[in-house]
């Protein structure tokens, strides 16, 4: 064994010697050992040495490192928020939490994140994760983004977003290839993944292989793409995608008393825009849950208040792998576009746009003071994004019949769906939800809450449903154009309760008012002397304009692209206006009173 000796560089413990033919260059260069380990100690700047690096874990599950300097005052939760914000990856409005755990079961709450990151137990390397919603990108951006760094895609973001004015523009932009995948690529600019590759359509390899056939001859290959484009009709099985649909209160008694008022005599349809929020597990079975068919809703509001239902007091097990948690859909605006229903159905013209913010004839985007009737939908849309909702669903009333949701009920709910699907990506059509109004045997109005399966959408998607002006409005089957398998017999009339999923509704009081008149009324039309009742109030200017259809009816005068944006954000903020706004204060209360008085 070498000799041992006492070495400074070691801490003055004894080490081993190594002779020099372990080591024949110490003999040449006569290197002693502490200037042998001095060869091989890391050199550590000194700016990463006062540096503070948290991971953060943002939900689509892609990782984001922060860096904080914690060379001056102690660094904070907020700090780690600022930087999510500049990130841009995430939605920022509604606004998104932090939690401590992958499940965003344990949040932060606002009160501690001014409080140092030491006093929350939070270390150099730690963990903290966003529960929120991640900013939808188009499909170019994404494209280029995919491989690119975060700060270009988010700045590629910002840029489509700005050009549309608003998150959720009324043009149907389709939504980036594998936006509604979790995670990110992590391959070369030449590779591909299962979250960047393009999904094959069975049905158009099918419809090749008999483009091929050109009816010369039979083979196995022709009768499997025979037997395969011809859909098996099942029962949607397992949970929705939708838990429950909140209803604002005040928006659902608005369109009831109108449908009262004419005896439903004129039906009635409405774009329902608002937030979903994943469901809190459930803590008894049944608990606020209606099982029965059409899930009736319950009218006793809760106060949540602005934000989503409130999770429940059960340990949240969690979805498991590859599962996605259901979500509770939250509406807050009936919007009511142009229409003329009858008695028997509701109507929007020949092109039904099926809520998707544009109707018959309507163009990309709102013009500067948006006259043109038909332009409305474009407003609202737009209006809607910039007060931090989007468009969950569809409404409509029904004379008493025998089925729940007539065949045109539901080819109109499934091209809404598509319509979402493209705008918003598929997760955002997953959880939409149609609700119909009817009127009970006892009198009352009774709303009931559905979703369509996806069988149902891909049928309309392949172009196998007839379009919605073609169905019957009334019947409770739903005519194809070709034949389809109902338990095993080829059929072109299929009933619609095969592609009806329950959903529970319930009633809340949401944060808009509902004061001014609803648009699109016939017999309730809207004027400038609605405005003086529905702001002589004694509230702040900016919850007395909180109003979605007072804002839509200002539009008619104010400019879409400068003046609506910060009236709008004042409200989304519910903030008073500052010193440069408050002219819009001025210009609406003059309107509404002319006099003066």
Not at 229 to 249: C, H, N, R, W, Y
Request: aromatic share 6%; glycine share 12%.
């Amino acid at each position: 064994m070498p000799p041992l000796r006492r070495s400074a560089a070691v801490g003055g413990q004894p080490t081993p010697s190594p002779p020099a033919s372990t080591f024949p260059f110490l003999a040449r260069t006569h290197l002693s050992t502490p200037a042998l380990h001095s060869l091989f100690t890391p050199i550590i700047p000194p700016a990463l040495s006062a540096t503070m690096i948290i991971r953060v874990r943002l939900p689509d599950g892609s990782p984001f490192r922060v860096r904080l300097d914690d060379r001056g005052p102690p660094p904070t939760l907020a700090a780690v928020r600022a930087a999510v914000v500049a990130d841009g990856r995430v939605a920022a409005s509604p606004p998104f939490g932090l939690a401590r755990d992958p499940k965003c079961t344990v949040p932060y709450m606002p009160s501690e994140e001014s409080r140092p990151l030491d006093a929350l137990g939070v270390r150099h390397g730690d963990w903290v994760y966003v529960a929120g919603q991640m900013v939808p990108l188009p499909a170019p951006v994404a494209a280029a983004g995919v491989n690119g760094s975060a700060a270009a895609t988010a700045a590629a973001a910002a840029s489509a977003t700005g050009a549309n004015g608003a998150t959720g523009g009324a043009a149907d932009a389709p939504a980036a290839p594998g936006a509604d995948k979790p995670g990110r690529c992590l391959h070369g600019p030449r590779g591909m993944c299962e979250r960047c590759a393009p999904a094959e359509d069975a049905r158009a390899r099918y419809k090749a292989e008999l483009a091929k056939w050109r009816g010369r001859g039979m083979s196995m290959a022709v009768l499997e793409a025979l037997e395969a484009l011809k859909f098996k009709i099942k029962a949607p099985e397992g949970d929705p995608a939708a838990a429950s649909v909140s209803l604002d209160s005040a928006a659902a008694q608005s369109f009831q008393q109108y449908l009262a008022s004419t005896g439903f005599g004129q039906q009635r349809y409405g774009v329902l825009y608002g937030t979903e929020a994943p469901a809190p597990p459930k803590a008894v079975e049944g608990d606020a849950e209606d099982g029965g068919a059409g899930a009736g809703m319950d009218t006793s509001a809760d106060d949540s208040g602005r934000g989503g239902s409130g999770a429940g007091s059960a340990v949240d097990t969690g979805p498991g792998e590859g599962e996605v948690r259901p979500k509770d859909v939250r509406v807050e605006v009936i919007y009511e576009p142009p229409q003329m229903g009858d008695g028997e159905t509701y109507r929007l013209g020949e092109e039904i746009g099926g809520g998707d913010g544009k109707g018959a004839g309507d163009g990309e985007g709102g013009s500067s003071g948006g006259h043109v009737s038909l332009d409305m939908d474009s407003r609202a849309e737009r209006l809607a994004g910039w007060l931090g909702l989007r468009q969950v669903g569809i409404v409509f009333s029904a004379r008493p019949r025998r089925c729940l949701l007539s065949g045109r009920d539901v080819a109109v709910v499934a091209e809404a769906m598509l319509s979402v699907e493209r705008r918003y990506g598929a997760a955002a059509a997953a959880s939409f939800v149609a609700i119909v109004v009817t009127l009970a045997e006892d009198g009352q109005t009774l709303f009931e809450a559905y979703q369509i399966s996806e069988q149902a959408v891909a049928m309309v998607r392949a172009g196998v449903v007839k379009p919605a002006a073609e169905q019957k409005p009334n019947s409770g089957k739903l005519l194809t154009s070709e034949p389809v398998f109902v338990e095993g017999k080829e059929v072109t009339a299929v009933h619609t309760e095969f592609f009806l999923v329950n959903v529970s509704i319930r009633a809340h009081d949401g944060w808009l008012r509902s004061a001014f008149p609803a648009e699109s009324r016939e017999l309730a039309p809207q004027t400038v002397g609605h405005m003086a009742g529905a702001l002589d109030t004694g509230m702040p200017f900016y919850r007395r304009v909180s109003d979605f259809h007072l804002l839509l009816f200002l539009s008619n005068m104010l400019d879409m692209d400068v003046d609506m944006p910060r009236l709008a954000a004042a409200v989304a903020q519910q903030r008073e206006l500052t010193p440069d706004e408050d002219g819009y204060r001025l210009m609406i209360e003059a309107i509404a009173n002319p006099s003066g008085q």
